[in-house]
């Protein structure tokens, strides 16, 4: 058997090339989840060692396959040691309160009704203390429309260190600050004045000031609901849509419509090249001296590429455009692209100037679905369409097409299924159905419009306007799709969170199967299911101390599975509130139900007892907040006591309490021995 293996391996040989930028992105995911920062230049040694080493023993194929790996995971730890020691930037450890900041904007989110974020290049701050941090993300409720990218600023604010985990093993958005750059975030309690106009007239800062022309365009004409949709769809500005639409869209598997990501990009791609080809065939001299097809790749490359920019540059965006660079590439040096490395091609790319986003829910549901469609289209070219041919008729285009994006739902759904439950402890039961539904509404309606609304927005007197009635009525249409979807019974399975182990799992299972081309491409099948029965039976947490709030959380299993807060403030954002009900699996139309200090049992053999301390409320007087001082965890049986208090809170983070019959486990979001740059 090993003898077969080996001779399999070497016949596939060439897509070795492909295992290499996996190597990569493992030396990237290893460097990451170390406890302390290695040695740079210790990395960089062994990364070059590595590189001499492959090039003296290239003549020897299997040794040179060896080191060539090496080479390639060293890399990847070498490039993100690198990335971090570059972006370093001081960030805030304490709050602050009556703060003076001075800083440039570099974008601006517009909200529904005032409200706005903003991320601010921070140039000055008056406090108190020392506070010294190189960029903000800026909330407020009062937001000066006057302001524009590039302006320089004033307010005073509230600072608050970056947002940490929520759930162990979830996504880290310290992380996310460190290699963004911001050091914290600011609650704007005075209205901003303009202290000096923008004197900035660099390319981004023209692109941010369109973006947000565009949003204004949008919901002046379509209105707050539709228009903030329709920015989401054209700049990639999800932050005004409301929370129910994002809901619907969500629980209906529609999400990823909203977000621009490769089918938006692809669609402009491709309705570009055929609609210029089609029209420069009209001309006889150019048809008879140019080469349309490759006119047509030219203009189509360069149309993707400013919808890329105008759209706020997603990773999945990005990388549509590098893997549709690379076929218009082909075209033009009459070159047949191999879709498959492309794929890979581009996730090296990424992953060598941007090696945080391998963390990123964009990166991952991006490239398993693009790579599993990859794939299967693989497996149906050569045992499908090899047997088929001739014309066919429109009734059996049509048959074709809806057969086409039932399969590439039920593929891309599930390559993403377990991204999905793993960051968002849900899924949708009904993916499938709202995409075939929903597809020729985006294909045939909204994209043209899209496209349409984008040629006309320079012209004068409004003929945007015809752009904007299809995109609306598309809009619309799909909006009522997801609702649809929705409300039919045990539309969403909610799920519990689950370890990383899972999706790097499902990660080499897929990865297997996807790139080798042998029989025994299929061994990829067993880790893809191990996830899925692994995922299914992971038990939900049976209470939840929650390290921001200072709260204890539980479900109420007398009544109807109320989510039950037993410490804490009295008023907790709608974020947090919609993260407790799904991680406790609670009853979602009884948001709260406040039992304050009360002794509860849970599973019969558990007595839970909080004892609290009262905080004044700095804002509203008469509203102090009741938070844990210590909880006590009693089993009945035994008499055995688990104390959890205040201060293993705020040093370890939020605690996830599983209680079962031989004992209680307990899971932390922090880490104190991890000494990292963001932690």
Request: with cysteine.
């Amino acid at each position: 058997m090993l003898k077969v293996l080996i001779n399999t391996f070497f016949e596939e040989m060439s897509n070795w090339l492909l295992w290499l930028v996996v190597f990569f992105a493992i030396g990237v995911g290893l460097y990451f989840s170390l406890d302390k920062e290695p040695d740079l230049h210790l990395v960089s040694l062994i990364s070059l060692s590595a590189f001499v080493c492959t090039i003296f023993f290239r003549k020897n194929k299997k040794i040179w396959a060896i080191l060539l790996s090496i080479f390639f995971f060293s890399a990847g730890i070498t490039t993100a040691s690198w990335r971090t020691h570059n972006l370093w930037a001081e960030k805030l450890t304490a709050k602050a309160t009556d703060v003076r900041v001075y800083g440039v904007v570099e974008k601006i989110f517009l909200a529904e009704g005032k409200a706005a974020k903003l991320l601010l290049n921070v140039k000055r701050i008056y406090s108190k203390e020392k506070i010294s941090v190189n960029k903000l993300q800026v909330t407020t409720t009062n937001f000066n429309s006057e302001i524009k990218v590039g302006d320089f600023i004033a307010f005073y604010a509230a600072l608050s260190p970056p947002f940490k985990q929520m759930s162990p093993d979830g996504y880290d958005f310290a992380r996310h600050a460190y290699f963004n750059q911001v050091g914290g975030s600011a609650f704007s309690i005075s209205k901003m004045k303009i202290i000096e106009a923008a004197r900035d007239d660099s390319i981004s800062t023209k692109i941010e000031n369109l973006r947000l022309s565009i949003f204004r365009i949008l919901t002046k004409e379509l209105g707050q609901v539709n228009g903030s949709v329709a920015a989401a769809l054209m700049i990639g500005e999800q932050r005004s849509v409301t929370q129910n639409i994002l809901d619907d869209m969500r629980w209906s598997g529609l999400s990823h419509i909203l977000s621009v990501s490769g089918l938006h990009l692809s669609l402009v791609s491709i309705m570009c090249f055929f609609v210029i080809r089609r029209l420069l065939s009209f001309s006889l001299y150019i048809s008879q001296q140019y080469n349309t097809k490759k006119i047509a790749a030219w203009i189509s490359l360069i149309i993707s590429f400013g919808y890329l920019l105008i759209s706020g540059l997603q990773i999945a965006a990005v990388r549509s455009f590098l893997m549709l660079a690379t076929l218009i590439v082909g075209v033009l040096i009459d070159r047949q692209d191999n879709s498959k490395r492309s794929v890979f091609l581009a996730a090296l790319l990424i992953l060598f100037f941007i090696p945080e986003s391998l963390f990123h829910p964009s990166f991952q549901m991006s490239f398993s679905a693009v790579l599993a469609l990859v794939g299967t289209y693989e497996i149906y070219s050569k045992r499908i369409l090899a047997g088929q041919g001739g014309h066919r008729s429109i009734f059996k285009s049509i048959k074709f097409y809806f057969l086409g994006v039932l399969v590439s739902s039920f593929i891309a759904g599930t390559a993403t299924s377990i991204f999905v439950m793993y960051h968002f402890h849900n899924y949708s039961n009904y993916s499938v159905l709202s995409n075939l539904l929903a597809a020729p509404v985006v294909s045939f309606i909204i994209m043209p419009g899209v496209i349409l609304t984008f040629l006309l927005m320079p012209l004068p007197f409004g003929i945007c306007k015809l752009g904007l009635y299809p995109l609306n009525f598309g809009i619309i249409l799909m909006l009522k799709i997801a609702k649809y979807i929705t409300a039919l019974p045990k539309a969403v399975l909610i799920l519990p969170p689950t370890h990383i182990a899972i999706p790097v799992l499902f990660t080499a299972g897929l990865l297997w199967l996807c790139i080798w081309e042998k029989k025994w491409r299929a061994f990829g099948l067993g880790p893809i299911i191990a996830s899925f029965v692994i995922i299914l039976i992971t038990p939900f947490p049976d209470i939840i101390v929650d390290e921001k709030y200072k709260a204890v959380l539980l479900r109420d299993e007398s009544g109807d599975g109320t989510l039950m807060q037993i410490s804490g403030p009295k008023r907790a954002s709608k974020f947090y509130k919609t993260q407790w009900i799904d991680l406790l699996h609670t009853n979602r139309q009884n948001v709260m139900r406040t039992a304050l200090g009360e002794s509860k049992v849970i599973k019969g053999m558990y007595r839970i007892t909080p004892n609290l301390q009262s905080f004044p409320n700095m804002c509203i007087k008469k509203r102090d907040s009741q938070e844990i001082d210590n909880l006590a965890i009693t089993n009945l049986k035994t008499n055995n006591v688990t104390i959890v208090s205040r201060k293993d809170v705020e040093q370890y983070g939020t605690h996830f309490i599983y209680l079962f019959k031989d004992g209680i486990k307990t899971k932390r979001t922090l880490d104190k021995k991890k000494s990292r740059p963001w932690t």
